[in-house]
C-alpha cells in the first residue's frame, strides 16, 4: 500500500479478514486502503466492520467520527 499498489492491498486485506475473520487490523488496513483509493463506500463498510470484531476498541469514537465524515463526503458525491 505504501507504493500505491491499493488494488494488491485490498485483495491482501481481503483475503486476510477471510483467513481470520475476528481480527480487527486487517479490517482497519482495508479501509484505509479503500479510502486512498477513494471508494469511500466501501470504507465505510470496512471501518464499521472493525468496530464491530473490536467492540472495545480504543480508538473507537475517532473511528466513528471518520466513518460519519466519509458518509457525509459520500453523500455530497452523489
Given at each position: 500500500?505504501?507504493?500505491?499498489?491499493y488494488d494488491a492491498a485490498i485483495?491482501?486485506?481481503?483475503?486476510?479478514?477471510?483467513?481470520?475473520?475476528?481480527?480487527?487490523?486487517?479490517?482497519?488496513?482495508?479501509?484505509?486502503?479503500?479510502?486512498?483509493?477513494?471508494?469511500?463506500?466501501?470504507?465505510?463498510?470496512?471501518?464499521?466492520?472493525?468496530?464491530?470484531?473490536?467492540?472495545?476498541?480504543?480508538?473507537?469514537?475517532?473511528?466513528?467520527?471518520?466513518?460519519?465524515?466519509?458518509?457525509?463526503?459520500?453523500?455530497?458525491?452523489?
Open positions: 500500500m505504501k507504493q500505491g499498489k485483495e491482501r486485506f481481503k483475503d486476510a479478514t477471510q483467513l481470520q475473520p475476528k481480527l480487527a487490523e486487517p479490517y482497519m488496513l482495508l479501509g484505509n486502503a479503500y479510502e486512498k483509493k477513494g471508494e469511500l463506500g466501501d470504507a465505510i463498510v470496512a471501518y464499521k466492520k472493525y468496530l464491530d470484531v473490536y467492540r472495545k476498541a480504543p480508538d473507537r469514537e475517532k473511528v466513528q467520527k471518520h466513518i460519519q465524515k466519509l458518509e457525509a463526503d459520500l453523500a455530497r458525491e452523489q
